[in-house]
């Protein structure tokens, strides 16, 4: 039986690269996603829209689509927003709205697809190195921060009250990419991302659950 992979944020970047590559691989993937796009269009992967996970009551259509899906091998929270605020201009909205999307989100996502998840299924939270406290050298960036080092601390919780479920939970890092979110900017493409990001999530077990980790395999500090 192919692996069954559910992906948020599909719709470009690094989603898209993932489902791209699980479709190639065999897996059964599908999006979800709150628009989607004309590349993940040309997958020919199961695509359920709709899906604003910033909001409580997205709660309704996920449990909708869940009815729908196979058990769930694996589950990538991937969507995510990204702004930058500073002392000088805090924007508290823009801080809220990475909370809503970059922290909840995933916790919404899980809580609902839950029923399809069991033992040996992976939850996969992607987060970032942006997160982390001890490697905090150059301030800024308020709302992402807080954002991905309060995501961390989710995907803590649920890797030890998923624990006796033998579900593990991965916090993975993808690493500087080139993606719209970026700007273009950064130092890998989404594709070697994706695929790097697969070997981590492949190593992930009960064994090495809740653990802060670069695509890379470099553990990462809390």
Partial sequence: MS???VITGANRGIGLELARQYQADGA???AL???SSAELGTLGIRVIGGIDVGRDDSDAPLREAMQTLPPIDVLINNAGVLSNESLDDPAFDRMRWQLEVNTLGPLRVTTALRPRLSAGSKIVLITSRMGSMSDNSSGGMY???CSKA???AIGVSLAQDLRGDGIAVGLLHP????TDMTGRQGQ???SAAAAALRARIEELSID???RFRHANGETLPW
């Fill in 3 to 5: 692996l069954s992979v």
């Fill in 28 to 30: 059964q993937v599908t």
């Fill in 33 to 35: 996603v709150r628009n």
């Fill in 143 to 145: 709302g992402y921060r």
């Fill in 150 to 152: 309060a995501l961390n």
């Fill in 175 to 178: 690493g500087f990419v080139q």
């Fill in 188 to 190: 890998i493409t989404a």
């Fill in 208 to 210: 090495n659950t809740g």
